[in-house]
């Protein structure tokens, strides 16, 4: 590995290096050393580019956890973005860390944004609908039933069995003669439980639907998609649920 003796004279230092390891023919990588931002991180990209304008050939390496893991953000976007830089570079090489909290799944986010960036550039095109299991915090889409669509679902209902929707704004509960709405699972649990209409909800009823409207709150909270009985996406952490208000339809009718 060459890296300069000083970022702030890379050349001098990293070409003489580079010169003596090419005159030994001996293999190297060149890193210009990446730096964490307000650090000289905008300055360290630009030698990036220059390293590679210098070394047409050679290969390059770049430590991206000096940003990752320097940086109170999410890793995704932000590993996304410098293996875009590095595809567009042609750097092959990149060196990653994942021990602070929020970077604990750098080498999974790498592995998928490298093939995703690797396919943009090869095809000219944006990174955009391509690979959605890196977008994690919030969803590719989140259209919501309106408010009027779901009074009207509400209105049609005739069994006791709960459906739970958000129309973006709050949260619905609906069941025959009843249709709760509000962002506070807590108040609609209570509004229910006053109502003659709740006689059906036994302790494990009332623990899922407990369960099920805190998803749909997190849902409101982030604007995600929300759908019964289905878990919510987290991209590459998302955990498969079973269907549990099916199994227990199911369960009854037996």
Same mark, same amino acid.
């Given at each position: 590995?060459?890296?300069?003796?000083?970022?702030?004279?890379?050349?001098?230092?990293? +070409?003489?290096?580079?010169?003596?390891?090419?005159?030994?023919?001996?293999?190297?990588?060149?890193?210009?050393?990446?730096?964490?931002?307000?650090?000289?991180?905008?300055?360290?990209?630009?030698?990036?580019?220059?390293?590679?304008?210098?070394?047409?050939?050679?290969?390059?390496?770049?430590?991206?956890?000096?940003?990752?893991?320097?940086?109170?953000?999410?890793?995704?976007?932000?590993?996304?973005?410098?293996?875009?830089?590095?595809?567009?570079?042609?750097?092959?090489?990149?060196?990653?860390?994942?021990?602070?909290?929020?970077?604990?799944?750098?080498?999974?986010?790498?592995?998928?944004?490298?093939?995703? +960036?690797?396919?943009? +550039?090869?095809?000219?095109?944006?990174?955009?609908?391509?690979?959605?299991?890196?977008?994690?915090?919030?969803?590719?889409?989140?259209?919501?039933p309106s408010p009027s669509t779901l009074i009207a679902l509400a209105e049609q209902i005739k069994d006791n069995n709960y459906r739970i929707a958000i129309d973006g704004q709050n949260i619905h509960l609906m069941s025959a003669n009843v249709h709760l709405q509000g962002t506070d699972p807590f108040?609609?649990?209570?509004?229910?439980?006053?109502?003659?209409?709740?006689?059906?909800?036994?302790?494990?009823?009332?623990?899922?639907?407990?369960?099920?409207?805190?998803?749909?709150?997190?849902?409101?909270?982030?604007?995600?998609?929300?759908?019964?009985?289905?878990?919510?996406?987290?991209?590459?952490?998302?955990?498969?649920?079973?269907?549990?208000?099916?199994?227990?339809?199911?369960?009854?009718?037996?």
């Amino acid at each position: 590995m060459a890296i300069p003796d000083d970022p702030a004279d890379f050349q001098t230092s990293m +070409v003489q290096t580079a010169a003596f390891l090419s005159e030994n023919r001996i293999p190297f990588r060149l890193d210009p050393i990446l730096e964490p931002i307000g650090c000289g991180f905008a300055n360290s990209l630009g030698r990036y580019l220059q390293t590679r304008a210098l070394f047409p050939e050679a290969a390059i390496m770049m430590g991206i956890g000096n940003i990752t893991e320097l940086t109170d953000a999410d890793s995704a976007a932000i590993n996304t973005l410098l293996l875009g830089f590095c595809a567009e570079l042609e750097i092959h090489s990149v060196l990653t860390t994942q021990v602070i909290s929020w970077a604990q799944s750098s080498v999974k986010e790498c592995d998928l944004a490298r093939r995703l +960036v690797e396919y943009s +550039v090869r095809h000219g095109v944006p990174p955009k609908h391509l690979e959605e299991r890196l977008v994690m915090l919030r969803d590719t889409s989140s259209i919501h039933p309106s408010p009027s669509t779901l009074i009207a679902l509400a209105e049609q209902i005739k069994d006791n069995n709960y459906r739970i929707a958000i129309d973006g704004q709050n949260i619905h509960l609906m069941s025959a003669n009843v249709h709760l709405q509000g962002t506070d699972p807590f108040e609609i649990m209570q509004e229910l439980l006053k109502l003659p209409e709740s006689r059906n909800v036994d302790p494990s009823h009332a623990f899922y639907l407990g369960f099920e409207l805190s998803k749909a709150l997190t849902a409101l909270t982030l604007n995600k998609r929300y759908e019964q009985d289905e878990s919510l996406r987290w991209g590459i952490h998302t955990r498969p649920e079973k269907h549990h208000r099916l199994a227990r339809k199911k369960a009854k009718d037996e």
